[in-house]
């Protein structure tokens, strides 16, 4: 069954809201386990209690908030996942496991809703940091993890020097390498998780590339925080990102997250 959802300006703040307690709620429940026990998933990447203690807070808090909305969750998704009709929440529960292992203070925990293939509501928490930022059409906010503190949030035009790209950490990709060498002057720093696209809609970074795998729950809900501020997340060549490919498997092939739309578009051009 579709189901259409015409969120109006105070509706989506309310939502945003709930879904900004329940990401605080599972940092909490991320911090609480000093000493994650760690094993390794059929594709590799490492899993912990931490991110399942953190899936299991998310899934009950968002069922109860909205029952009949579907939810796709890293840790839940498998290959039978259907593709979802209506509107849904796409979660990571722990975004930069790797970090989280190595005692690194940046990974996140991301919600995000999706409205006709749109992430329309995000909100991307960074336990270690205390931070939390949020965005819905409109608005972008910065906020303590408490959620004391909340100023909206922009991204900056691109620096005609001094421009600052990030990258990941434990996944540099030759792909992204070689664009920024196309960037003269381009300044590059490493950051975990979806930090980085909340720091490009901040205003403290312009470019975020990523040329290489991810899959949506990775993306969808800083794509929303980067997009409320003012800013874009779209595949090398510009196109939009089709959120729900549950044939296949979520993956996005590769994205660059900008804060200037028009350094966007020349990016994508080139
Ligand atoms: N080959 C690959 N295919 C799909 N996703 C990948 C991948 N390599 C890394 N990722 C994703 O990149 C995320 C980490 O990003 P970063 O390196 O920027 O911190 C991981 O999130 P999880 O930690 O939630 O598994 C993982 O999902
Ligand atoms: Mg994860």
């Given at each position: 069954?579709?189901?259409?959802?015409?969120?109006?300006?105070?509706?989506?703040?309310?939502?945003?809201?709930?879904?900004?307690?329940?990401?605080?709620?599972?940092?909490?429940?991320?911090?609480?386990?000093?000493?994650?026990?760690?094993?390794?998933?059929?594709?590799?990447?490492?899993?912990?209690?931490?991110?399942?203690?953190?899936?299991?807070?998310?899934?009950?808090?968002?069922?109860?908030?909205?029952?009949?909305?579907?939810?796709?969750?890293?840790?839940?998704?498998?290959?039978?996942?259907?593709?979802?009709?209506?509107?849904?929440?796409?979660?990571?529960?722990?975004?930069?496991?790797?970090?989280?292992?190595?005692?690194?203070?940046?990974?996140?925990?991301?919600i995000s809703l999706i409205v006709?293939?749109?992430?329309?509501?995000?909100?991307?928490?960074?336990?270690?940091?205390?931070?939390?930022?949020?965005?819905?059409?409109?608005?972008?906010?910065?906020?303590?993890?408490?959620?004391?503190?909340?100023?909206?949030?922009?991204?900056?035009?691109?620096?005609?020097?001094?421009?600052?790209?990030?990258?990941?950490?434990?996944?540099?990709?030759?792909?992204?390498?070689?664009?920024?060498?196309?960037?003269?002057?381009?300044?590059?720093?490493?950051?975990?998780?979806?930090?980085?696209?909340?720091?490009?809609?901040?205003?403290?970074?312009?470019?975020?590339?990523?040329?290489?795998?991810?899959?949506?729950?990775?993306?969808?809900?800083?794509?929303?925080?980067?997009?409320?501020?003012?800013?874009?997340?779209?595949?090398?060549?510009?196109?939009?990102?089709?959120?729900?490919?549950?044939?296949?498997?979520?993956?996005?092939?590769?994205?660059?997250?900008?804060?200037?739309?028009?350094?966007?578009?020349?990016?994508?051009?080139?």
């Amino acid at each position: 069954m579709s189901m259409s959802l015409n969120l109006n300006d105070a509706e989506a703040a309310r939502l945003l809201e709930a879904m900004t307690t329940i990401a605080a709620q599972a940092s909490a429940a991320i911090l609480a386990i000093a000493a994650p026990k760690t094993r390794t998933k059929a594709d590799a990447s490492p899993v912990t209690e931490a991110d399942e203690a953190a899936e299991a807070v998310i899934v009950q808090g968002l069922r109860a908030i909205s029952p009949s909305i579907a939810i796709v969750s890293e840790e839940s998704a498998t290959a039978e996942t259907p593709a979802p009709t209506g509107p849904f929440f796409m979660v990571d529960p722990l975004d930069g496991t790797r970090e989280f292992i190595a005692g690194r203070n940046e990974y996140t925990v991301n919600i995000s809703l999706i409205v006709d293939g749109e992430p329309t509501l995000g909100v991307v928490t960074a336990p270690a940091l205390g931070l939390a930022w949020r965005g819905r059409p409109g608005r972008a906010e910065r906020l303590s993890l408490d959620g004391s503190n909340a100023a909206e949030i922009r991204v900056r035009s691109w620096p005609a020097a001094g421009a600052m790209a990030l990258v990941s950490r434990s996944h540099l990709d030759p792909a992204s390498v070689a664009l920024l060498e196309r960037l003269p002057g381009i300044a590059q720093t490493e950051c975990g998780s979806a930090v980085k696209f909340c720091r490009v809609a901040e205003g403290a970074a312009d470019l975020y590339p990523r040329l290489a795998p991810t899959r949506e729950w990775d993306v969808a809900a800083g794509h929303a925080v980067l997009k409320a501020a003012g800013g874009c997340v779209v595949r090398p060549d510009g196109s939009r990102i089709p959120y729900g490919d549950a044939a296949g498997g979520f993956l996005i092939p590769s994205f660059v997250a900008v804060g200037d739309l028009a350094a966007a578009a020349n990016l994508c051009a080139a």
